[in-house]
């Protein structure tokens, strides 16, 4: 199991992982197609606050946490990304609606250097800032 403290930043309604050494441009960083939906659920009632971090932990096999959004790889490819289904109680976005599948782009190569067969979003670590937090 690796864990990893996770950052996001929301800028003009849309979000991006927060990579400020990412050598690639920033379009690259943003999350889309459900993962967008997801950070937007998590952020709900924090509107004065601009970052997000959370610990995310992957695995080959589900981890037990008391609090948890997860999401299970049921496809990739290597330059196309990784689609991902929903899993746990928690999986709603800002409309009340399930958070049923989420896509992630290649740069999640660069931060797992591959797409990991489970990610899971501990709810319980989930820190909000007007600033980027580095640990």
Known sequence: M???RLTFERENGGWYIYMPMYPGPKHNL???AG?????????????????IS???YTDSK???LDSQIGFERTSFTLLGGAHYNAFGEDAIDNHGRKVEK???CPVTLVVYQHY???????????AY???PVTD
């Open 35 to 51: 993962a967008d939906d997801m950070l937007d659920h998590l952020m709900r009632g924090h509107d004065d606050m601009k970052y």
């Open 129 to 131: 800032s007007k600033t």
């Open 30 to 32: 943003a999350m889309v």
């Open 102 to 104: 989420i896509w992630l």
């Open 116 to 126: 990991p067969k489970f990610i899971q979003i501990d709810l319980n670590t989930i």
């Open 2 to 4: 690796t864990k990893k």
């Open 62 to 64: 589900p981890t037990s």
């Open 54 to 56: 959370f610990d995310v």
